[in-house]
């Protein structure tokens, strides 16, 4: 399925294809914290939550292009 449509991140100008954010009511939401707790959280782990979801996003692209039918680029 192709989708020719280019939507543009307000923010910073750059062609956007998917993108993913977490906030204060999503760590609100999972653990017993205040809000102030939680917006510490997700200051202090920040690099660590995007090292790891752009490493799980990699395997998802792979694995959504395999379902697609993608051709696979030689090594």
Aim: hydrophobic share 40%; with cysteine; charged share 35%.
């Amino acid at each position: 399925m192709a989708v020719n449509k280019r939507d543009k991140d307000a923010h910073t100008e750059i062609l956007t294809k998917a993108t993913c954010t977490f906030v204060v009511a999503d760590v609100l939401g999972m653990f017993d914290v205040t809000e102030d707790e939680a917006e510490e959280f997700l200051f202090n782990n920040r690099k660590h939550i995007q090292d790891r979801m752009c490493e799980h996003g990699w395997e998802v692209i792979e694995c959504f292009g395999e379902m697609d039918g993608l051709k696979r680029k030689d090594a």
